[in-house]
């Protein structure tokens, strides 16, 4: 089976985050009362899920919504209210190459309600589109935070995993582009050398070089596949050294098209 199949899909993960979030439901009256405010319409009978229906249901639906009033509320109240806020009023958007999050709200409560986010370490960006105040994450570890200050749990912890798989999928790929382009220029840089080598010998050039070189240039031809660390382990000299001797042999065999001449 595809791993697709196997597990849940992104908009499946998303659905069961909002559901553990409905099914959580508060012990103490003020954020019974802060959550339904952040509900807003939802807690009297116009939510768009069932799962958020029960909720207002249970919550106390039908009773009158009192404004919530963030300045003077307690913490554990502030997260109630946003709870029920995102509940009613957000998008959650899971991809393999991004999170999103966005409260859809009126224009003048959005500044308000980024600004308050960034207090709690979590900045959003806000704008006015279509006459509607949207207040937005695209931080992956912004929207965990956020989720998991609200009380999301395994749904949380699945979103987390597949986030640090995806980094470490896109890390391995990258090392391995990384070792192909890698591979390659050697390859590139070993047939220079070689067909360079061939030139100086072909021509006697060679013998004129120090000895140094002229093992640096039989290691080679006997090792095309060798690094630069194991041809100077090879010769027993530094790998400065056998980068510095190769550059020459390539060097002089473009200099003089292998014509032999004395070094310098």
């Known amino acids: ?60 639906h039908g009773a009158a919504l009192a404004p919530f009033d963030w300045e003077g509320a307690a913490d554990h109240c502030r997260l109630s209210y946003l709870r029920g806020l995102f509940l009613a009023r957000a998008s959650l958007s899971l ?25 709690m370490g979590l900045p959003a960006s806000w704008r006015v589109r279509r006459r509607k105040g949207v207040v937005t994450w695209k931080s992956a570890d912004r929207v965990a935070g956020f989720l998991g200050a609200l009380g999301a749990g395994p749904s949380l912890l699945e979103l987390q995993s597949r986030a640090v798989t995806r980094t470490l999928h896109g890390e391995l790929n990258r090392l391995f582009n990384a070792d192909g382009a890698n591979l390659g220029r050697a390859v590139d840089a070993s047939s220079r050398q070689i067909a360079a080598i061939v030139r100086l010998e072909s021509a006697g050039r060679l013998e004129a070089e120090r000895e140094t070189i ?9 090792a095309p596949e060798a690094t630069l660390a194991e041809l100077a382990a090879e010769v027993g000299i530094t790998r400065s050294a056998a980068q510095r001797g190769l550059e020459r042999i390539e060097r002089i065999a473009a200099e003089d098209g292998g014509s032999p001449t004395r070094p310098g």
């Open 1 to 60: 089976m595809a791993a697709a199949t196997a597990s849940r899909s992104d908009r499946e993960l998303a659905a069961a985050l909002r559901a553990e979030l409905a099914a959580i439901e508060p012990t103490r009256a003020c954020c019974r009362s802060a959550e339904r405010a952040g509900l807003g319409a939802a807690a009297t009978g116009r939510a768009h899920t069932p799962a958020v229906a029960r909720l207002a249901v249970r919550l106390g």
């Open 95 to 119: 991809g393999p190459s991004r999170t999103h999050l966005e409260f859809v709200v009126d224009p003048a409560e959005a500044p308000p309600l980024a600004a308050r986010l960034g207090e």
């Open 214 to 222: 002229r093992a640096l240039a039989g290691a080679r031809r006997r």
